[in-house]
């Protein structure tokens, strides 16, 4: 069965799995259109504010700071305070955030807002990812990316709508409100579903601390940084970057989170055969060749550039969140939490330097006698160069962890472990997967 029952007050209130993990992927849409819608309206915030690069830059990068912020408290109260309570700040802050969008007259005012919408992307993640290994605790790996398919594919229906919405001359403010409507959906099942009590992760927040401790978490933590600017750095700015390139950046990244999103529902063989450390090596090696790829090509050619790349980031962020749910347990949601946040934290300290990189680049470009479209193909150029130097970097690094043979703490024990959808040894009767019938 996928409802199951919980005690409270004599009370034994139904607790729908299914309508949870739908309520998840939801919040997660949310969090996802708005990097997606954000990049397809930057053009317009820059023209309309008089915006440098380098200043949305730092607008952008208030997404990816408000979302660590709020990782990181939620996963230190995440044991006291519950994932409810999480989801209502998440959705408080994506009212208060897409409203204050809206309403902004200047760069102050969107520095502002975005924040307040990248600690509701934050909370989203923090009271999920736990939620989710929780419930279906025999099946995490494969349900946490079953949940994370929701983020590439809300990328791709926020970048259809702001292409849809721009191309008939529809403006930025529109463009955001479109968000308010599955915020509202979310937000209702939020304050009506039951949420169910941690039962199958380590709820002890001191246990959570001392796991914290291991050597591999400071690696991996390291590690997330750069795959998550790899994959989002990128994203955010693709737009920018491919301008002039005879490519729609914003239809490169709905076909990248297009791939990326039906390559994370059916990881299964996959992450099977590789194991997670495998699959990271091999995401690695293909998002630095996407990103050769596309120093290399124009106009239609690009869109293969994209196909490769999306092959690269599409395991990145679930699979480094489910590794430390199965190699170091004992962090808990806490470990979660902070993984995320250190990929968002890092994305955030990157995301002016990129901005700052393109104004330079173009300058330098104009410098040499090059006209304005010449200038931005040969500035998406030279930053996609200096992306290239952080796959390089990860594909270094997870050789060296997947020669080392990592061994899961449970590996030794008679308990289900099952990879994207793959069992590994006997499973419980019970299924931990909400798209299968009850």
Not at 32 to 53: C, H, K, P, Y
Not at 112 to 135: H, K
Request: hydrophobic share 50%; with cysteine; charged share 10%.
């Amino acid at each position: 069965m996928n409802t199951a029952s919980a005690t409270v007050g004599g009370a034994t209130p139904s607790i729908n799995r299914n309508r949870l993990f739908i309520m998840a992927c939801l919040s997660l849409i949310v969090t996802s259109m708005t990097f997606s819608i954000r990049a397809g309206v930057l053009n317009q915030l820059g023209g309309e504010f008089a915006l440098s690069d380098t200043q949305l830059g730092w607008m952008n990068s208030m997404a990816f700071l408000g979302f660590p912020v709020a990782m990181m408290i939620g996963g230190l109260v995440y044991n006291q305070v519950g994932a409810k309570n999480l989801m209502i700040i998440a959705f408080i802050g994506h009212l208060l955030g897409l409203v204050l969008t809206i309403l902004a007259t200047g760069f102050w005012g969107l520095i502002i807002s975005t924040f307040f919408i990248g600690f509701a992307n934050g909370s989203v993640e923090a009271a999920c990812n736990p939620m989710i290994a929780d419930m279906y605790h025999r099946n995490k790996t494969a349900m946490l990316n079953r949940f994370h398919v929701w983020f590439p594919g809300g990328i791709v229906i926020g970048a259809l709508v702001s292409q849809g919405m721009t191309s008939v001359g529809l403006g930025w403010q529109l463009q955001v409100a479109t968000m308010l409507i599955p915020t509202a959906i979310y937000g209702y099942m939020v304050f009506t579903e039951t949420f169910p009590k941690s039962e199958n992760i380590e709820s002890s927040t001191a246990t959570n601390i001392k796991g914290l401790l291991s050597p591999l978490f400071f690696v991996m933590i390291i590690l997330m940084t750069m795959t998550a600017t790899t994959e989002l750095g990128t994203g955010q700015w693709i737009e920018r970057i491919l301008a002039g390139s005879g490519a729609s950046g914003l239809m490169v990244l709905a076909l990248t989170a297009g791939l990326m999103a039906v390559g994370r529902y059916f990881a299964g063989p996959i992450v099977h055969r590789f194991n997670p450390v495998g699959v990271l090596l091999g995401s690695a090696i293909f998002s630095a060749l996407g990103l050769f790829l596309f120093t290399q090509t124009s106009g239609a050619m690009v869109y293969l550039a994209a196909i490769v790349f999306a092959l690269g980031v599409t395991y990145f962020w679930p699979t480094m969140i489910g590794f430390v749910g199965e190699y170091l347990p004992k962090t808990g949601a806490l470990g979660m939490s902070l993984m995320g946040g250190a990929g968002m934290f890092g994305v955030s300290i990157w995301n002016p330097v990129i901005g700052g990189w393109l104004d330079s680049a173009r300058e330098a470009a104009t410098s040499s006698g090059l006209d304005a479209a010449a200038a931005e193909i040969a500035a998406g150029q030279a930053v996609i160069s200096r992306l290239m130097v952080f796959p390089i970097l990860l594909i270094v690094a997870f050789a060296i962890l997947y020669f080392m043979r990592l061994k899961r703490p449970d590996e030794d024990t008679a308990e289900t472990v099952v990879h994207e959808g793959a069992t590994v040894t006997s499973a419980a009767a019970e299924p931990d997967d909400p798209t299968r019938p009850v």
